[in-house]
């Protein structure tokens, strides 16, 4: 596979604070590759590092194979940015927008013209090319924001947190859309902090923390990485002695009950139903519904970053 | 660079309070400007002068009996009473009229006279000196001592020039009647006798007529040039990676940090170019400033004085430590407080700005608003353009200075956090 994003040793300080810690990555060409961290954890300055927009104390970058630089132009033409926060023109309409950010990249007016129409097209603004960003909602907004950033038809785009603060089926509708284009040959590092999508979309993830990668590789292969298994969960009126006994059951990891709920977090094991269950039957209590989830991306992330709050 | 630069032109003219600034504002004060000084050159232009005549208003319209053609061809008339009568006759014409040269007030005595020029000394209505004639003879006291070779002052020197002349003239007549009563007859004798004193004639020592408002267009000019530079700022502002997240997804693109500067530069100074000559034609029109065959060199100096502008704007951008949201108006009241000493907001300024010219000249020269508002002023005023492309090199000058003070500010930011 060929590699696309290639961060060698990369060291990024603040003054004392080191946000980068000898960080590295590679992205391989087709990926969808998730950046998960918490909140000041280095995604964001790994991005802009990437990009150029910041300088950095150490280390290596290479985009397509080659040195990226602030004046690597030919690189910067086949990238494609779509920011944490919308980024456009007040003063300009819809369509004025997606062009001038299209400019940036594409001389070419009637080429320009097409791919503008195309994005408009892609994100589903037909209907509001003429209005300026303070008419749209938060939704339409997202979807300009993100045609600004592809209009040109990257090979490698960076999305950074593009569904905050939209509904469904926006968020639905953008999902979509970056599913497209990475179908349609287009690199994708995505950040956010919903998990979920990143289960959804992304082929690869790597979750990061004090501008250190902490994990990286394929969903099913970071859940494979934690302790957590499945989590049974049992609708029941179960007594404090039985709790005793499935706390002290060998793979019980957690064991949490109200309001007539049972959850039991396990470890990875092959029997972890029949043993809670077997449990419940010898304290005489009769379950009601009775299904397992499998650990989510979620669990794994709280488990591997913590669960203290970050600022 | 074709539609980076229609775009940056396009969004300029929307930023809220840009245009307002630039040319709303400068066009509202222009208007004021028209409103308020539309007298100013009419008052300048007066060149009335104030007298005491001693003597009685109605000695002009007095009974003419005793000048009858039957005395006069016997020789049996009051010589004094004649020369009594026609000095009245004469100070009365003088004092007729919308263009009278003399705005005449009468006293019973000299004595009531003097009291009269000295009690008006230093207010607006003084007087140039009194007159009478008394023992056949005309008296001219004046305020303020003026030689023949030397007028200190204009209406005294015009009080003078006129009752001179009414003496040789009285004197010639006197002469006629006793050796030649004949010549009397003579049409072209009495014409030029009788024609109009013209005292005063409309002259200029400089290239155009100077106006008195004129100063004050010049000034606004100067101010309006500087405004311009709001469109600077905010151009600037938005390049400025660091400053926003527009600014930062903009300096993705693959035009470069250099055409993206050249391409806000051009936007911005066409803008504010563009402001300052609909100024200036509205100056023109409405105000009644003839710019005449100096219109191109006004242009050019408009060029040069947005150029210095928009650098202005680009210098006050790139300075990281002041809030951006706080550059419009620091910006907006240097200008203001530059104005001042280009003499911008009424005659105390104008002879503030007139003071400091004289004082710290250096003030002046580094003081953009007073470059432009000279710039115009030895435009029209020299007689040659060299004083005008002297204040518009000081322009470029600045210009210079302010681009290198951006470019070593932004180029500290970048290798601080871009």
Redesign the interface.
Known sequence: MDTVVSVQDLVKRYGSTVALDHFNLEIGKGEVFGLLGPNGSGKTTAINCI?Q???YDKGEISLFGRPMT??S??L??R?G?V???????E??NVQ?NI???C???VRD?AK?KRLVQEAIAFVGLEDHVRMRPKKLSGGLLRRLNIA?GIAHKPELIFLDEPTVAVDPQSRAAILDGIEQMNAAGSTIVYTSHYMEEVEEICTRIMIMDKGHTLAIGTNEELKALVAAGEKIVIEAHVSEAALIRLRALPHALRVEYGNGRLEVVCENAEHNVADVLDTLAQARIKPGRIWAEPPTLNDVFLEITGRELRD | M???FK?SL??M???PGVLIWTLVFPLVLGSLFVLMLGSLDDHAEEAQVNVVVVGDERAAGADDSFFSEEAFNEGAFDEEALGTRAFATFIDALGKGDDALFHIAYAASPEEAADMVRASLGTDSEYAGYVFYEGGEVHTVLAKATTPTEAYEIEPSILMMVMDRYVAEEALFKDLLQKDPAALADSSLMASSMAPINATIQASVTESQPHESWRYYFALLGMAAFFGANLGLVGFQQIR?NA???A??????????GKTALVTLLASWLLAFLSLIILLGYIMVVGGVDFGEHTGICILICLAASLCATALGCALSAISKIPDQAKGGILSGLVCLASVFAGLYGQPTMDFADAVSQSAPWADAINPVVQVCQAFYATMYYDTYAQAYAHAGILLVMALIFFILSARSLRRQ??A??
């Open positions: 990009l927009l910041l300088t602030q004046v132009y030919d910067k033409a990238i940015v920011p944490q926060n919308v980024a456009v023109f003063e300009l004025q062009d001038y950010f400019s940036l990249y007016a320009r600004c | 074709q539609a980076s775009y396009l969004q003219i929307r930023v990676a926003s997240a527009l930062a997804r903009r300096s993705l693109g693959t035009l470069g940090h970048r290798y956090s871009l």
